[in-house]
């Protein structure tokens, strides 16, 4: 028996870059030997994302990118999670297994609440209940399809130890229901650097997107931040954004070439993101073309997110049952 894999995603932007070699690369390869499960987090988005038709144009955009990435749904169960209203019933059932204070030392919960008694105001000013709910929806997302491993991104390590605290509260007082997860974290996977040389992020406004329009990515290309050293001149590969982002995509012989190129002198910046842009723009013009057309097509993407769903269901309706009977409900 494989090993089922789960994680969501949220629609809260394009994704960029650093997304696809960091979260939706190796999501993919993880999907070659366990049971995925990956699904559109748009309840979870709900608590930033205050805008209908941002959140639905987002949500498509999120769904087309994935399966443009190479998602197959025939083998990836790919949902949208406000078509699972099992996942609701258990968020409730699963509050009632939450000690407040679990969620008061939840991480964004506690950065607001610090930034509020920094300025000397309430300390739940502007805080709404869904983002204090955040970590109970995630761990019923999680907790409903019995999953093992939970691919996810450093800063969500806390939401899975949260989801097992839940999880064993829950089976300690009504026996073992749930199955406790664990967080996969990519060790080996790089942080992709933005134009900016920072971690390139939606937050920094300083990303690439993914599929974006050649004219669009040439000129994102070009905003890439460099030193202003003129083309003879020597300079240190290790310092450079532009290399970095470069090496990402270049094969091994001509990082090695371009390597020398700096130490040595005579290359210049703008060639080398001329070349960037040939090297990003032939690894997603296969994908983009598919986006495109998915895009065109929304009811395409429809079907396929209400097959997903139909198939997440299945297995999520008597595990919410196993849940109700568990408790004495039923
Ligand atoms: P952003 O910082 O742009 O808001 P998210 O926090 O939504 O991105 O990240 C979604 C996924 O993409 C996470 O798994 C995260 O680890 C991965 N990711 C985001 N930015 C990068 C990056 N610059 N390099 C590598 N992986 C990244
Ligand atoms: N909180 C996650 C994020 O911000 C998204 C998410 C929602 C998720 N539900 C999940 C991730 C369940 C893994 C499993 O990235």
């Known amino acids: 028996m494989k090993k089922i894999a789960l994680t969501g995603i949220k629609p809260t932007g394009a994704p960029h870059i650093g997304n696809y070699l960091g979260a939706i690369q190796p999501a993919l390869e993880l999907a070659k030997t366990h049971d995925a499960l990956y699904f559109i987090a748009d309840y979870h988005a709900l608590t930033t994302v205050k805008d209908r038709s941002l959140l639905k144009e987002q949500i498509y955009s999120l769904a087309a990118t994935w399966l443009a990435s190479g998602l197959d749904p025939e083998k990836v169960t790919f949902y949208r999670q406000s078509d699972i209203p099992e ?19 939840a991480h964004a919960y506690k950065a607001a609440v610090d930034a509020n008694t920094e300025a ?16 109970i929806l995630m761990a019923a997302d999680i907790l409903l399809f019995s ?8 800063d969500q390590k806390q939401h899975l130890e949260i989801t097992r605290d839940i999880a064993q509260a829950f089976n300690q007082t009504f026996g073992k229901v749930l199955t406790l997860p664990e967080p996969l974290i990519q060790e080996n996977v ?32 070009n905003q890439i931040v ?9 300079k240190d590969p290790d310092k450079c954004n532009l290399f970095s982002i470069y090496s990402h995509f270049a094969p091994a012989d001509a990082i090695v070439e371009t390597r020398n190129r700096y130490l040595s002198g005579g290359l210049g910046y703008g060639e080398l993101k001329s070349e960037l842009f040939d090297l990003v723009d032939a690894f997603v013009a ?10 065109a097509d929304r009811k395409q993407i429809d079907q396929i997110l209400k097959e997903g ?22």
């Open 87 to 105: 996942v609701f019933e258990l968020t409730w059932i699963l509050s009632c297994m939450t000690s407040k204070g679990l969620l008061n030392r």
């Open 190 to 221: 790089k942080t992709i650097p933005g134009i900016d040389g920072r971690k390139m992020s939606k937050s920094y406004k300083n990303e690439i997107p993914l599929f974006t329009t050649p004219k669009n990515l040439k000129k994102r290309i």
């Open 226 to 234: 460099t030193d202003s050293k003129e083309v003879n001149e020597p």
């Open 286 to 295: 296969e994908g983009r073309s598919r986006y495109d057309e998915l895009m």
């Open 147 to 154: 999953c093992h491993v939970v691919p996810v991104g450093q």
């Open 120 to 135: 000397g105001v309430d300390p739940d000013s502007g805080v709404d209940c869904g983002l204090f709910y955040y970590p």
């Open 309 to 330: 769903a139909e198939k997440a269901r299945s297995i999520a309706k008597p595990l919410l049952q196993k849940v109700r009977e568990s408790i004495g409900v039923q």
